[in-house]
């Protein structure tokens, strides 16, 4: 999951974030996200709400940053550079909002050809990157969904036909 942290997230883009967190819980996934608040809390706590497992990478080296709802937390000391290790952990990205540090994770996820499912209607960088490709090479589209419902499934259905 990927979205904006506390700081710029949205009641609705939060709100959004916890049912898709719910949904991937009910569906047995693992719930991966940056640790910290906004979208990445929002995502941990519908999980949590499902009984789902939840894993916070965090930027820093301090666990206490994690949000309340991470079950395994990672320490990385990495700054910005996590992004990558949030997205190469996952199975598939899905984008609720989002500002520049969502646009680094939406790269890495896109040059490594994962699935990623924009949830439109959401705001920033998701809103932007629906239904489009990153760059000419046209690695993966990132595909539009327009409910969290619709989103997992079609994450879902993705990591499935990609074979991940």
Known sequence: MAGSNGEHCSTRAYELARRVGRLLAERGCVTVTGGGGGVMEAACRGAKEADGLTVGILPGRDRRAANPFCDVVICTGLGW???QINTLTA???I???GGCGTLAELSYAYAEAKPIVALKGSGGIADEVAE?????RRIVKVHG???PEEAVELLLRLIKESGS
């Open 81 to 83: 550079a996590r992004n």
């Open 91 to 93: 199975d598939g990205v």
């Open 95 to 97: 984008v609720i909002e």
């Open 132 to 136: 489009k490709y990153l760059d000419d």
């Open 145 to 147: 969904a327009d409910s």
